[in-house]
């Protein structure tokens, strides 16, 4: 809506040139290797860590060795498993109300920011998500408990789309 000169009171909405997209939006194909990156990484190095017990706490060397390998295979093979699961179940949506972001199939998480409640927004860029074209949106919102919601894995294009948006309406609730 376009103010007229003469009407110089009037509240002016957002100009929203693109159309919200409907429902529950996946995460990016590119952001599937970033989950299985990370959690490989983090199963392996877990699985390292778990090589010297093994070695220290098994006397019969031929089983100490089967049982470190198998370690060193099957738990960055859960991980990749994992980040597979954890890339099927995350989904965001932005609508009128505000931004909600869902996670999770066993342990379901669904967290919601109400448009009147975000104070302002980070795009954060690692080395990794550069490399992918994707970026993570933090939204800071008012209040104490769980007082940001981070989205990581989002297109670096769709990222700022949704900071530019909700930019926008953080300066129309500051016109209100």
Request: aromatic residues 6%; glycine residues 8%; hydrophobic residues 45%.
């Amino acid at each position: 809506m376009t103010r007229e000169p003469d009407d110089l009171s009037a509240p002016v909405a957002p100009a929203d040139a693109d159309p919200l997209p409907e429902g529950w939006q996946p995460l990016p194909k590119a952001a599937r290797r970033l989950f299985v990156l990370g959690n490989v990484l983090g199963m392996g190095a877990l699985a390292l860590g778990l090589l010297v017990p093994i070695g220290l706490l098994v006397d019969h060397k031929p089983l100490a060795l089967a049982l470190a390998l198998l370690v060193l295979v099957l738990l960055p093979a859960w991980g990749a498993w994992l980040a597979f699961r954890q890339y099927a179940a995350t989904r965001w949506r932005l609508d009128g109300d505000g931004y909600a972001l869902r996670r999770g199939r066993l342990w379901q998480q669904e967290t919601f920011v109400p448009k009147s409640r975000v104070q302002h927004l980070d795009l954060q860029r690692g080395p990794i998500e550069r490399r992918f074209g994707l970026s993570t949106l933090v939204i800071h919102t008012a209040g104490t408990r769980s007082n940001a919601v981070s989205t990581p894995g989002l297109d670096a294009g769709d990222a700022e789309a949704l900071r530019d948006r909700l930019a926008r309406w953080i300066e129309h609730d500051d016109l209100d």
